[in-house]
C-alpha cells in the first residue's frame, strides 16, 4: 500500500469521527442548577457561559435550553468503528499520543506489541477503544498514574483518603501501575460517592517531563532603557533615580537562571533579548525589524497595556509577567495571563469564609473612596446570603476636613462593634495606608484577651508593608494570594544560594518573580507537544508562585491559581488550598 493511500485512509477514518460532532450543544437546566454549577461541569466561567446565552435571564429556570461546550467535540466517536489507526509524527510520545485519544500507555502498548522495540516516525499503531472509566472523563477526576507516582502522594496531593481512593478504582488492590488512569473524585453531584467534607477540590498537578532535545525559540522583551544611558555620569544618575531599572535588571537576572536551568535538563533554548525602552513606539518597531514568526513565546513586555499593543502585531504567544489592574477586562487570544485577576482572589476568599462560617459577628472595614465602593457592596451581599448568616456591621472613616484624618478608622467605634460573647472577623476592604495601619493599631490599643478577633483582607499588599508581622500573627490574619514564598524548603535555599554565587546579591521578588514565571512555562512547554498543551497540563508550584492556566471561551489565558495563607501567633503560615 502506498503511503498516500495510507494517508488518505487515515484522514477518512478521522473525518468519520469528527465530521458529525458539534463545538456547542443544548443542554436543558435542571432543578437547583445555577450558572455556577453548569460552568463547573464544562469548565468554563460564569462569564463565559453567560456570554454564549446572551438571552437567558440573570438566573436559571428549571427546564431552560441554554448552550454548553461540548465535552466531545475533536475527539474520535469510538462507537462508529472498533479501531481507529493512528500514523506517528516527529516528535510525538507514548504519553502524548495516549493522551491524545483518552486511553492508557499500557493499552495502546498492548494492542501495538511492535511498541516493546520503542515508538518510531512512520508507525501505524490501533488504538483502541477506551475502557469506559476512561470514557467517564466528563463525569470523574481522573489521574494518569506516571514515574514516582505513589499512593501516599496521591491521597496527599488530591486530600482523599485510601479507602475512597480503592472505592473508586477497585483494579488498585492489585497494585499502582505506570500509565494506570484512577478516578480521583466526581466532577458532578453523587450522593453515595461525594465528599462530605465540603473541601474545595484539588486540581490535576502538573508533571514535568521534559522532551530531551527539545527546541525552542524564546524571546525577552524588556524595558532595559539603553537609550538613556550616553555616557557613565548619566548611567550613575539613572542607576540611583531609576526604580525600574532595578525592577528590570532583576527580573532580566531571573529569566537568565531560569534558562539555565532549563537548558541543563537537555532542552535546547534559543533566546534573544529586547529592550521595549517601556514605548509603544519601540515596540512597533522591534516588530517591524523582527520576525516573530519562528518565535515559540515572548516573556514580556513587563507592563501589561505594552503585551496588548504586541497581541496586535504578532500571533505569537506573550506571557504577560506580572499583575496589572488593567488586565482584568482586557485581553487577546495570545496574552497568557500568569498573575491572577483580584476576582479571582476575592472569589477564593469568599468562598473560604462561606464554607467555615459558624454564626462569627462580622465587621467590615473600608475606606469610603469611590473606587472600593462597588466592591464594598458586593461583598456585604455576598455576605449576606451565608446561611445562617448573624450581623454585619460596615465601619468606614467619620468625615473631616484633613485628607489623612479622612482615612482613619475611630477606635472606639470599631472596638463598639465587636463581640465579647462570639468570634469576630474583621475583613478589611481597603488597599490605603492609614485606613489599614488605624484599623489594626486600633485593636491593639485594647486588651486584645477580652475579645476573639480574625483578621482578613482580600490582598496582602503595600498596605500591610509597615504592619509588624507579630500583630498579624496574633490575630491569624488570613488573605487570598497566588504568590507566597517559602524559603527555608530545599529548593528556595539552592536557587539563593546559585543565585548569590552568580550575582553576589540576593534575589529580590522581581528576580524570584522572574524566575518562576520563565521556567515555568519553559517547562511546560518542554514536556509537551505545543504550548497550549503544555499550559492545560495542570497546576504548579514554583519558588514563590502557583501557575494553573486556563483557556478562556474569549479571551486570554488565565492564571487561576489561588491558595488562602492563615498567619498564626508563632508566626508559622497554614495554607489552604
Not at 74 to 87: R, V, Y
Amino acid at each position: 500500500m502506498s503511503k498516500l493511500r495510507i494517508v488518505i485512509i487515515v484522514f477518512l477514518i478521522s473525518f468519520i469521527g469528527f465530521a458529525q460532532q458539534k463545538k456547542y450543544v443544548s443542554y436543558t437546566v435542571q432543578k437547583g442548577e445555577t450558572y455556577k454549577s453548569i460552568a463547573k461541569q464544562y469548565n468554563l466561567s460564569k462569564r463565559d457561559l453567560k456570554r454564549l446565552n446572551p438571552d437567558v435571564g440573570r438566573k436559571l429556570k428549571p427546564n431552560t435550553v441554554i448552550i454548553v461546550p461540548n465535552l466531545n467535540f475533536g475527539k474520535p466517536d469510538f462507537d462508529k468503528f472498533e479501531n481507529i489507526i493512528h500514523l506517528v509524527k516527529p516528535k510525538e510520545t507514548l504519553f502524548g499520543i495516549s493522551k491524545k485519544y483518552g486511553i492508557t500507555i499500557k493499552n495502546l502498548k498492548k494492542a501495538n506489541p511492535v511498541l516493546e522495540e520503542g515508538l518510531k516516525i512512520g508507525m501505524k499503531l490501533t488504538i483502541p477503544k477506551p475502557e469506559k472509566s476512561v470514557l467517564d472523563s466528563s463525569k470523574y477526576q481522573l489521574h494518569t498514574v506516571v514515574k514516582d507516582d505513589t499512593v501516599y502522594s496521591l491521597i496527599k496531593w488530591y486530600n482523599i483518603s485510601v479507602e475512597k481512593l480503592l472505592k473508586l478504582n477497585p483494579d488498585l488492590a492489585q497494585g499502582l501501575k505506570l500509565g494506570m488512569v484512577l478516578k480521583i473524585k466526581l466532577l458532578v453531584e453523587d450522593s453515595e460517592l461525594m465528599d462530605s467534607s465540603g473541601g474545595i477540590e484539588p486540581q490535576q498537578k502538573f508533571v514535568e517531563n521534559i522532551h530531551f532535545g527539545k527546541k525552542l525559540n524564546v524571546a525577552v522583551m524588556l524595558p532595559y532603557q539603553l537609550n538613556k544611558m550616553k555616557d557613565s555620569v548619566a548611567v550613575m544618575n539613572f542607576e540611583k533615580s531609576n526604580s525600574l531599572l532595578n525592577i528590570t535588571t532583576d527580573f532580566h537576572l531571573g529569566i537568565q537562571m531560569a534558562i539555565d536551568s532549563v537548558k541543563s535538563k537537555g532542552v535546547n533554548v534559543r533566546v534573544n533579548y529586547y529592550d521595549t525602552e517601556n514605548s509603544f513606539e519601540k515596540i512597533q518597531y522591534l516588530v517591524h525589524r523582527n520576525n516573530f514568526d519562528e518565535v515559540d513565546v515572548v516573556v514580556g513586555p513587563l507592563f501589561y497595556d505594552k503585551a496588548v499593543f504586541l497581541s496586535k502585531k504578532i500571533k505569537t504567544p506573550i506571557i504577560a509577567p506580572i499583575f496589572s489592574k488593567k488586565q482584568a477586562n482586557n485581553g487577546a487570544k495570545n496574552i497568557v495571563k500568569s498573575a491572577t485577576d483580584t476576582d479571582v482572589l476575592d472569589d477564593k476568599l469568599m468562598d473560604y469564609l462561606k464554607n467555615n462560617y459558624k454564626g462569627e459577628n462580622i465587621v467590615v472595614v473600608n475606606d469610603d473612596k469611590n473606587r472600593t465602593q462597588s466592591k464594598l457592596w458586593k461583598i456585604v451581599n455576598q455576605l449576606k446570603s451565608f446561611d445562617t448568616i448573624q450581623n454585619i456591621t460596615v465601619i468606614k472613616p467619620l468625615p473631616s476636613e484633613d485628607e489623612i484624618q479622612n482615612l482613619v478608622i475611630n477606635n472606639e467605634i470599631l472596638i463598639e462593634k465587636l463581640s465579647l460573647t462570639s468570634n469576630n472577623w474583621i475583613l478589611l476592604i481597603s488597599d490605603e495606608n492609614e485606613t489599614t495601619a488605624s484599623a489594626i493599631n486600633g485593636l491593639k490599643s485594647y486588651e486584645s484577651e477580652e475579645f476573639d478577633v480574625r483578621l482578613f483582607a482580600f490582598n496582602k499588599g503595600k498596605n500591610f508593608d509597615k504592619i509588624d508581622n507579630n500583630l498579624l500573627g496574633s490575630y491569624n490574619f488570613t488573605f487570598p494570594t497566588s504568590e507566597y514564598l517559602v524559603v527555608d524548603n530545599d529548593l528556595s535555599k539552592r536557587f539563593y544560594e546559585k543565585f548569590q554565587n552568580i550575582n553576589h546579591a540576593v534575589p529580590s521578588k522581581y528576580a524570584i518573580r522572574g524566575f518562576d514565571v520563565t521556567y515555568d512555562v519553559l517547562a511546560r512547554m518542554a514536556s509537551a507537544e505545543t504550548i497550549g498543551e503544555g499550559l492545560a497540563a495542570g497546576v504548579s508550584t514554583r519558588l514563590s508562585s502557583i501557575f494553573n492556566y486556563n483557556k478562556k471561551l474569549f479571551g486570554a489565558t488565565e492564571n487561576d491559581a489561588v491558595v488562602v495563607i492563615q498567619y498564626t501567633k508563632d508566626l508559622e503560615s497554614i495554607i489552604f488550598e
